[in-house]
Nanobody, 127 residues
Framework: QVQLVESGGGLVQAGGSLRLSCAASGRTFSNDCMGWFRQAPGKEREFVAAITWSAWSGSNTYYTDSVKGRFTISRDNAKGVVYLQMNSLKPDDTAVYYC?????????????????WGQGTQVTVSS
């Protein structure tokens, strides 16, 4: 019922910035949770950021410690798009970045609780 498509990845130098987009289509609910995960070569997929929202309580954001202060997750409900603004990029940020959706609104950093996943977009940060 939900399709996700990531875009905005690319090759940047350390200290540079990228803005990732996740376009969502299909039916969603007002208490959705949207998350960003990443997977580097030879490593497991890890949580990056998440955003939850409802018509009554608004939005809350969550970040893993390694990106806090550098990355910002945001949303545009009218366009059905979730963004990940990445500043001060480091070589350790190099990974495939995935967008995920949890219609229950409770997944946050729990990868196994997300219902839908995009195909991923490559981010490469050179030194």
């Amino acid at each position: 019922q939900v399709q996700l498509v990531e875009s905005g990845g690319g090759l940047v130098q350390a200290g540079g910035s990228l803005r990732l987009s996740c376009a969502a289509s299909g039916r969603t609910f007002s208490n959705d949770c949207m998350g960003w995960f990443r997977q580097a070569p030879g490593k497991e997929r890890e949580f990056v950021a998440a955003i939850t929202w409802s018509a009554w309580s608004g939005s809350n954001t969550y970040y893993t410690d390694s990106v806090k202060g550098r990355f910002t997750i945001s949303r545009d409900n009218a366009k059905g798009v979730v963004y990940l603004q990445m500043n001060s990029l480091k070589p350790d940020d190099t990974a495939v970045y995935y967008c995920a959706a949890d219609l229950s609104g409770a997944a946050i950093s729990r990868e196994y609780e997300y219902d839908y996943w995009g195909q991923g977009t490559q981010v490469t940060v050179s030194s």
